[in-house]
């Protein structure tokens, strides 16, 4: 019998190139607002001041930092409070939405989100903050934006390797909500559409990364797979991801693109309904060969050591990350197993090192 509870989230979604001033405007009007504050990092603040250019901003604040420092998150919540705002618009990556975010938390202000890549947290009531060396995450409806605004010309400028490393951190979301906490029918095949989505938009965009249609299709997909990832929650893939973030400040795209496969090879082959869901969106005969080969193409990140991960840091990694990871992962978790996981990571070895079979087969 199908039986599951399902939760669909609140929001306004506005899709359309070259559209994003106009509907960031007409949002604003909407929602009453009469002072903005505009959150978009240094490089990003000259597009921002473009999306915004049809509306009052009481407020521009450019302090934007990876994993949200909470002294950078108590900043910008108190430059907000002081400047009496009552719209916060965030124009950026999943850095710049977090900050947005983390002023929500503490004052309630509502969020029009208008992305620049793929990280999908617009799309989420899902926050992270890091202090002391530690991220931690949790869920709050305050976070959830009111409004995303998806306009693929402001991602035109996105470098096509980071393109590549945030349209793999989306396809993140996809996978791990398969088998995430709270996984459900809805949200999984939220999560195969978007796994088809971005495995045709990514290479379309190392093709040609200054044609829309690739870029529209990865946005699509990215949308797709945050959604299913509120719904389902943080799995495995993610706990890990978080920890290599938080405690070791690695990037957060390229280390989510980077683990995937590992995770994927790892869970896959005792989640067999799952497994065939998204070999088929991949449209290959398996989900790790559609990965693989989709990686390929796109010239993936491969190893963690690429970016400052040491085999010093394993131990710790695993110790933190061990105790976060939901007890309905498809496969039981070791210490011995998710230490084999992160040191096939940390160079890029073959996946296949960390399936059952080649991990008992080392231990004999």
């Given at each position: 019998?199908l039986?599951f509870?399902h ?15 106009e509907?960031l405007?007409?949002?604003?009007a909407r929602l ?6 505009v959150?978009a ?5 000259e ?5 915004a250019?049809?509306?009052?901003v009481?407020?521009w ?31 950026g ?19 029009v ?5 793929y990280?999908?947290s ?9 202090e002391?060396?530690r ?11 009111v409004t ?7 991602t035109l ?6 393109s ?8 993140a ?13 809805i949200?999984?095949?939220?999560a ?14 190392a093709?040609?990364?200054s ?8 946005l ?9 990832f ?7 893939h993610?706990?890990i991801?978080?920890?290599?973030g938080?405690t070791?400040?690695l ?11 590992y995770?994927l ?9 799952a ?8 449209g290959?005969?398996t ?6 080969a989709l ?12 970016y ?12 933190v ?12 978790v ?7 996981l992160l040191?096939?990571?940390l160079?890029?070895a073959?996946?296949a090192t960390?399936s059952?079979e080649?991990l008992e087969?080392a231990a004999?």
């Amino acid at each position: 019998m199908l039986t599951f509870e399902h939760t669909t989230l609140g929001q306004r979604v506005l899709f359309g190139s070259g559209k994003a001033a106009e509907n960031l405007a007409a949002e604003t009007a909407r929602l009453g607002a009469r002072r903005v504050m505009v959150i978009a990092s240094d490089l990003e603040a000259e597009m921002a001041r473009t999306v915004a250019a049809d509306i009052d901003v009481a407020l521009w604040h450019h302090e934007v930092v990876m994993h949200v420092p909470l002294e950078v998150a108590d900043r910008a919540r108190a430059a907000a409070t002081e400047a009496g705002i009552d719209l916060v618009v965030c124009v950026g990556g999943g850095s710049t939405t977090g900050l947005a975010k983390a002023v929500a938390m503490t004052t309630g202000i509502p969020i029009v989100a208008v992305p620049t890549t793929y990280a999908g947290s617009e799309a989420t009531n899902v926050w992270g903050l890091t202090e002391a060396a530690r991220k931690t995450t949790g869920i709050d409806d305050k976070v959830l934006p009111v409004t995303v605004i998806y306009d693929a010309q402001l991602t035109l400028s996105l470098p096509v390797d980071m393109s590549v490393a945030s349209g793999l951190n989306g396809m993140a979301h996809c996978v791990d909500s398969l088998w995430g906490p709270r996984a459900d029918p809805i949200n999984a095949a939220l999560a195969a559409e978007g796994i088809r989505a971005l495995a045709a938009g990514l290479p379309a965009i190392a093709t040609d990364p200054s044609e829309l249609g690739g870029r529209e299709q990865a946005l699509y997909g990215a949308y797709l797979a945050a959604v299913s990832f509120a719904s389902a929650g943080s799995g495995m893939h993610h706990k890990i991801c978080h920890v290599l973030g938080g405690t070791f400040n690695l990037p957060h795209a390229q280390t989510h693109a980077t683990v995937l496969p590992y995770v994927l090879a790892f869970n896959a082959p005792h989640a067999p309904q799952a497994e065939a869901r998204m070999a088929a969106a991949f449209g290959a005969p398996t989900a790790l060969e559609g990965l693989q080969a989709l990686r390929a193409t796109l010239d993936a990140p491969k190893a963690l050591a690429d970016y400052g991960f040491t085999a010093g840091g394993i131990p710790e990694a695993v110790q933190v990350a061990l105790p976060a990871i939901p007890a309905n992962n498809p496969r039981p978790v070791t210490e011995a197993n998710v230490t084999a996981l992160l040191e096939a990571a940390l160079t890029g070895a073959d996946p296949a090192t960390v399936s059952d079979e080649a991990l008992e087969g080392a231990a004999r």
